[in-house]
């Protein structure tokens, strides 16, 4: 039996976002969403392709931390300019970040909060290249802390990112590009197969209910066919362990609900 930690309870649902993905760069923003790309790759994706975080595409994930950048095993250059070329822009990606805000129909933010557009409250980065990279690609969303403030009613402060929104949609327009799959959350697992794209909650994480979830959340909640979020086997955990040396997942996500055996 293994203790399983709440933030690796985490990494391993988000791994499953990357599932049947096939011959694509995965790209996981912050360390629980790049653990869980490196964790799909050793594991049920091997076909996954995955960067240094910088400019090189490797063969293997290199861990997360401090390291030798000697110990990468290259397969290929790949600057800035060529990653847009090569997979943003030809759909060959699916990334996994963390927006400010999001809404019922998977519009984010990550812009400014409160205010107006030329007077925010808070300024924060900016839209980023995410207007390009929502319709480009598949998109993934991890969140480790599952709040009203971020799941927010009505829509996001600034949309920085195309979702679903069906008042946003022109007549004629072509929205095939948008690609929304899965949310995590330190509470569930979500996807867009509500009405009209919106989100719907798919999995609880042990000891969590809907309504807790329901009452963390901003917007009226859809339901899928719930079940309890899959706990990761002791493979799983040693992946997850020798691609995070130095622990930092425990830093960003704290255990509650409380941690399980696996």
């Known amino acids: 039996m293994t203790d399983v930690t709440l933030a690796e309870l985490c990494i391993f ?6 599932r049947n993905n096939g011959e694509i760069i995965a790209t996981g923003v912050g360390p629980v969403p790049r653990l869980a790309a490196s964790l799909a790759k050793l594991t049920h994706g091997p076909e996954l392709m995955m960067t240094d975080g910088e400019a090189y595409l490797v063969e293997q994930p290199v861990p997360i931390g401090p390291r030798g950048y000697d110990e990468r095993k290259a397969a290929g250059y790949l600057p800035f300019s060529r990653f847009f070329d090569s997979a943003v822009w030809t759909g060959r990606r699916h990334a996994m970040v963390t927006p400010t805000q999001i809404d019922r129909f998977g519009q984010i933010n990550l812009s400014y909060l ?6 925010p409250r808070t300024q924060m980065l900016g839209v980023r290249g995410f207007p390009g990279n929502t319709i480009y690609h598949a998109n993934s969303f991890f969140f480790p802390m599952h709040t009203a403030r971020t799941f927010v009613s009505g829509e996001v402060d600034m949309v920085s990112g195309v979702g679903y929104n069906p008042a946003k949609r022109v007549p004629g327009g072509n929205y095939s590009g948008v690609d929304l799959r899965r949310i995590v959350t330190n509470l569930c697992v979500m996807d867009f197969g509500g009405t009209n794209n919106a989100i719907r909650v798919i999995s609880l994480h042990p000891g969590v209910t809907f309504e807790e979830v329901q009452e963390a959340t901003g917007f009226p909640l859809e339901k899928g066919d719930i079940v309890e979020t899959t706990l990761p086997g002791a493979e799983a955990l040693a992946i997850i362990a020798s691609l995070d040396p130095h622990n930092i997942r425990a830093s960003v996500i704290k255990d509650n609900p409380p941690a399980r055996r696996a």
């Not at 409160?114 to 007077?119: A, I």
Request: charged letters at 25%; aromatic letters at 16%.
């Open 13 to 18: 649902a988000c791994s499953e976002a990357f």
């Open 114 to 119: 409160g205010g107006t557009y030329d007077r």
